[in-house]
């Protein structure tokens, strides 16, 4: 069992930067793929980005590339959303959640966060 805490959510203007962390509470993060998938008000759960379990392979929605970066550190069990370029479509809650591979999935991950809070200001 994997505990996943996000942070780093917050409120912040069109255009500006956050980063955030999704900390694990076990050594066996590094046997997992992570993924960050948000949630809008009133709309469905959308994949943003996801890592393989040795940083080597990164997806992400069309809709973050080039905007969106995310990494991993093993040896911190954490793993990090940089959000660059932000706009109010980016707007959600964001969860961290881990599987045992990376994908373009929404759905199906072994372990969820409870997720954290964007808010982009036009």
């Known amino acids: 069992q994997i505990r996943l805490v996000e942070s780093g959510g917050g409120l912040v203007q069109s255009g500006g930067s956050l980063r955030l962390s999704c900390v694990a509470s076990?050594?066996?993060?590094?046997?997992?793929?992570l993924s960050w998938i948000r949630q809008a008000p009133g709309k469905e759960r959308e994949f943003v980005a996801s890592i393989s379990r040795s940083g080597v392979l990164k997806y992400y929605a069309d809709s973050v590339k080039g905007r969106f970066t995310i990494s991993r550190d093993n040896a911190e069990n954490t793993s990090y959303l940089q959000m660059n370029s932000l706009k109010p479509e980016d707007t959600a809650v964001y969860y961290c959640a881990a599987a045992l591979r990376a994908s373009t999935a929404s759905e199906g991950m072994n372990y969820w966060g409870k997720g954290t809070l964007v808010t982009v200001s036009s």
């Open positions: 076990e050594r066996t993060f590094s046997t997992y793929a």
